[in-house]
Structures are given as C-alpha cells and as structure tokens.
C-alpha cells in the first residue's frame, strides 16, 4: 500500500534551521521520493518502508533538539504525480 505524507518540521530554538536542514538531508539520502516547498516537506512510497525510515529519522531529530514540534499529514495513496487542473 502506498502512502503521501506531509510534514511541518519546527524546532522551537533559535538554531532550528541547522535541525530542519539536517532532518531534510537524511529524508533525501533515503530510498524515498521526496518533494519540498518552503512551508513542508512531502514524502511518498510503500506504508512499511516510509513509516519505517520516518520512525527512525523523526526519533534522531528530536534526539537533537530541545524542543519542537513535526505536523503530519498521511493520505492513504501516492500523490506524487499529483497536478493541479485548474
């Protein structure tokens, strides 16, 4: 089963550019594809390997910070190819 998901990452420090960086930099070197806009990042593939890599770099990143918070969106298919028709 494939899955889109979409995640705000915000760390609540003032160095939080160096964690968002850091968090998208190991979202890239993954098997993953990996879209990116300037309010998210959006992550597609196969439910057990996206949900796997996400536990694994979400738990380093808050391991790095103080404080923060990660929204996250998941929707039950891959909209990767997704364009708008309007």
Do not use: C, W
Not at 33 to 58: C, H, R
């Amino acid at each position: 089963m494939n899955i889109s998901v979409e995640l705000t990452f915000s760390p609540l420090q003032n160095d939080f550019e160096e964690h968002i960086i850091n968090f998208i930099k190991k979202l890239r070197a993954s098997e993953l594809t990996i879209l990116e806009n300037p309010l998210s990042t959006q992550v597609f593939g196969d439910y057990e390997t996206v949900m796997k890599i996400l536990q694994a770099e979400i738990k380093v990143a808050f391991e790095l910070m103080d404080k923060g918070l990660l929204y996250m969106k998941i929707v039950k298919s891959d909209r990767s190819e997704y364009e708008p028709n309007f």
